[in-house]
């Protein structure tokens, strides 16, 4: 995975609560095998109407939005079920970060596991971040290593975030290349085996 240390991009508002990853990624689309191409399927119900045609109702179909990178979701984010295709519809779609009062908390851990920053703030702070750039097409800047975000006015609004997965994230680290980092301390182990266990 790419390292994400610090994200400058255009923030997109979708206030609703208990988007489940069904309504981020449908059921119909999740036989492909590859982890890519998912994001023009994103949203799918929502963001198209029945001919195919996009939905001029739906929030990130507006023109403003177009382009963002960033995401300031409402309540319970992800909710539903398990699927790991919901972070995959979303990176693929072009979100880097995801703002949000409350995650699911397995969709929670798998952003963070496949390159992406889920943010939780306090709902005030987020309703004010959610009022301050609805239709707006406002950038935002976000500092994983001092852990704050500037709007675009310049102020800063601190948030936190487990130390573990902000180390992963800084450092472009997924399950496997952690793992490899400790090959060294692997091989020194094998090698102390008694030769009928290394056979």
């Known amino acids: 995975m790419e390292p994400l240390v610090t994200h400058k991009g255009k923030a997109a508002v979708l206030n609703r609560i208990n988007v489940d990853t069904d309504q ?3 059921k119909q689309f999740l036989k492909r095998i590859e982890r890519t191409g998912y994001g ?38 992800g909710c539903g079920s ?8 979303l990176d693929d779609y072009g979100f880097k970060i995801v703002i949000a009062p409350s995650f699911a908390d397995i969709f929670h851990q798998n952003c963070f596991k496949n390159g992406m920053l889920p943010i939780r703030l306090d709902y005030d702070v987020w309703k004010t971040f959610a009022a301050s750039y609805e ?13 704050q975000i500037e709007d675009h006015e310049g102020n800063i609004t601190p948030f936190d975030v487990d130390p573990h997965w902000r180390e992963m994230l800084l450092n472009g680290y997924d399950e ?5 980092l400790l090959e060294d301390d692997i091989q020194a ?4 085996r008694s030769s009928w266990l290394r056979a």
Do not use: C
């Not at 398990?82 to 519809?89: C, K, L």
């Not at 182990?189 to 102390?192: A, I, L, P, Q, S």
């Open 82 to 89: 398990s699927r790991e295709h919901a972070p995959w519809a």
């Open 135 to 147: 239709n707006k097409g406002y950038e935002m800047t976000v500092d994983l290593e001092k852990q």
């Open 24 to 26: 981020i990624i449908p």
């Open 40 to 77: 023009r399927f994103a949203f799918f119900d929502w963001r198209y109407l029945a001919d195919g045609s996009p939905n001029p109702d739906f929030e990130l179909n507006q023109p403003i939005y177009e382009g963002s990178s960033i995401l300031i979701a409402g309540e319970n984010f």
């Open 176 to 180: 496997i290349s952690l793992t490899l």
């Open 189 to 192: 182990f094998e090698d102390k």
